[in-house]
């Protein structure tokens, strides 16, 4: 797990110019070198998607708390993923990225929960697509749903 340490480390070495900002040439800088070519436009808009700190005057810059904020929130989603892509594993026994009819009603049932061939059906026809459930289908249910199956 990234510490605060490591955190303001790595913001301090995109601060360039060293004024405790990133503003969009930085940032631009650092996800050229990821590979990522984005346009000034689109720096200003992730930017603007952060989350926002009162004593930012610059709109165009990211202070260090949005960074630190921004990057901890992340770190929770990618653990969050890893614990969904861990359970989607175990209804896809198979391994083929898939829950099908059968692999669901059988985890169900393991679970001791019984459920009729047109509540499966439901539950997939709700969660999936053309019968069966990919993990993305699955993610996008978990993370966007109050809804448990």
Known sequence: ETTDTEIHELFQLMDVNKDQKLAPKELDCVLRALGINATEADLIEFIGELPTVEESNDKDCVTYEQFAE???????????????QVTFNA?????????????????????????????????????GSEGRISFDDFQRFMLNSDDII
């Open 70 to 84: 921004s990057i901890k929130k992340n770190m929770a989603l990618t653990n969050e993923t890893d614990s969904l």
């Open 91 to 127: 209804f896809d026994h198979a391994g083929d990225g898939f829950i099908d009819p059968d692999k669901l009603k059988s985890v169900l049932s393991n679970l001791g929960l019984q459920f009729q061939d047109t509540d499966i059906q439901n539950i997939l026809h709700q969660v």
